[in-house]
């Protein structure tokens, strides 16, 4: 379309309205740009933090070695109590802008033989980190499994409440632990290998000693050691396999085990005083196993004996 | 002409002390100069606002997985010795034979001869049985007792022989176990001892 104007006024207004619709044009079309600039590159690192702001958030399982098991296995044998009392090491690091008085606890009824309690962590301050041991549940010991082994989850919650009373609720957050219940005496349980040292050799173990009368699970023979010991076990190819074994503790001590090089287990609390605890953890299957059992330094020896490497058939 | 000037004495001794004269100046004068003004720093800084702590989170994680359980304690473990037992009268005049009526006092001696690798008896079972010629429990006792490695405690147990009684030998048990035994405890030893009521 061609527009002709004869009048100097009408072509001056006509310019005019040109440039207005020109600039609101223009105008419009920064704004336009400018919020979806922002969209994409400002607005979300605003609303991010309030679109993420969840309060309290679990945030699984998180220890300082590596996170590929994060349940409990346990073996029900021998042992000295009826009741197993669990010892969950937490951390609660609070990035909140307020301080709060936190809480651990069941978040729904546990399953038949457990007790649960609530724990009052008690006050954490602002981007203060606080590790601590939830102590407060327990699990009647069953006395067998006859399918050799069996799961438990117990459903808990953390809570943050305003006041101390912890009766002001701000928020909370809920998760699932896995607890796996091992009987040896079960005929679905298939012993693959067994270390007694009752044979007076160290059947495979590295850098310790076999010790006779002295200290021993099954008489008269155990496995002794300062510091660190390892075997390999032949678990390629098998549907699971688990280890349990006993370990003298001349004192209180952490224990670490590595499986293949990797620090993979390591325990919620000490081994809090001398004598034998007993301990189960599942092995590699894709790959054989190199288990390494690391305790603190010690001028006494530790002991092992009784190693059972079994695989549990469904 | 100059006086003349008797000689001094040789003991008067004349000289001079200093070397130094001084003058006083004129006032000292100022040469015309300028006055100068100039600035020497170069930061302000003004008290802020409380610092702004952004809403975040409060994340709550576990951080281990093992769990260790203390296993059963064997027989071996514990090294406890009872080492002494004594058979009085009530006065600990030592004796052998009582009538009925009389109160006979029993002490004995428990010891841990523990080594570094042996436990420690944590609220052991210590149990004392009075037995008649035909095994009937005529008096129980116990206590619980904590015995550490390497310690020894003293026990006295009193038993007052009924009216009721019947003459013959009669058998001190003392027992130490871990535990009761039909809570799982484990009996670590035993010590008997006779004595007559005629």
């Given at each position: 379309m061609v527009v002709k104007m004869k009048s100097p006024v009408n072509r001056r207004v006509f310019i005019f309205a040109l440039c207005a619709l020109i600039s609101t044009l223009a105008i419009m079309m920064f704004v336009y740009t400018s919020i979806h600039w922002y969209n994409i590159n400002e607005w979300p690192d605003i609303t991010s933090s309030e679109g993420n702001h969840f309060s309290v958030v679990w945030k699984g399982f998180q220890p300082d070695y590596s996170n590929e098991t994060p349940d409990y296995y346990i073996c029900i044998n021998n042992l000295k109590d009826e009741v197993l009392n669990m010892h969950i090491a937490m951390k609660i690091e609070n990035f909140e802008d307020s301080g709060y008085w936190f809480m651990v606890g069941p978040y729904e009824p546990p399953p038949q033989g457990w007790n649960i309690e609530d724990c009052k962590i008690g006050f954490i301050r602002v981007d203060e980190i606080k590790e601590f041991v939830y102590e407060n549940i327990s699990k009647v010991r069953p006395d067998s499994i006859p399918q050799g082994i069996f799961t438990e989850s117990i459903h808990l919650v953390v809570k943050a409440f305003r006041d101390p009373d912890y009766s002001d609720l701000y928020s909370q957050d809920d998760f699932f632990v896995n607890f796996h219940f091992i009987d040896l005496t079960s005929t679905a349980v298939h012993i693959i290998d067994q270390d007694n040292f009752d044979s007076e050799t160290d059947e495979g173990w590295k850098y310790g000693y076999v010790v006779l009368y002295r200290v021993y699970r099954s008489w008269p023979a155990s496995y002794s050691f300062y510091h660190y010991i390892e075997k390999t076990f032949d678990t390629y190819g098998y549907d699971n396999a688990y280890m349990i074994f006993s370990l003298y503790f001349p004192g209180p001590s952490d224990l670490t085990i590595y499986i293949n090089g990797v620090a993979r287990f390591k325990t919620d609390i000490p081994i809090p005083k001398q004598g034998w605890f007993q301990f189960a953890i599942p092995l590699d299957t894709s790959i054989s196993s190199r288990v390494g059992i690391a305790l603190s330094e010690s001028s006494v020896p530790y002991y092992l004996d009784d190693v059972y490497v079994v695989l549990v058939y469904d | 002409m100059t006086n003349e000037v008797a000689a001094l004495p040789d003991n008067a001794k004349v000289s001079r002390t200093r070397n130094l004269q001084f003058f006083e100046l004129v006032p000292p004068i100022h040469p015309p100069g300028n006055a100068y003004l100039s600035r020497t720093e170069n930061l302000q800084f003004f008290e802020m606002t409380s610092s702004f702590h952004p809403p975040g989170d409060a994340y709550a994680s576990r951080t281990r997985n093992l769990q260790g359980f203390e296993m059963t304690p064997l027989l071996y473990q514990y090294k406890i010795e009872i080492i002494e037992i004594d058979i009085t009268d009530e006065y600990g005049n030592p004796a052998n034979k009582f009538a009925k009526g009389e109160t006979i006092q029993i002490k004995f001696v428990i010891m841990n001869?523990?080594?570094?690798?042996s436990l420690p008896l944590n609220q052991g079972l210590v149990c004392l049985e009075v037995l008649d010629q035909l095994s009937t429990v005529m008096f129980l006792g116990y206590t619980f007792v904590d015995l550490p490695k390497q310690s020894s405690k003293e026990f006295v147990f009193g038993f007052t022989i009924p009216p009721t009684a019947m003459d013959g030998i009669y058998t001190i048990k003392i027992m130490v176990y871990t535990d009761w035994p039909m809570k799982g405890g484990i009996g670590l030893t035993i010590e008997e001892a006779e004595f007559i009521v005629a």
């Open positions: - | 001869l523990g080594d570094a690798e």
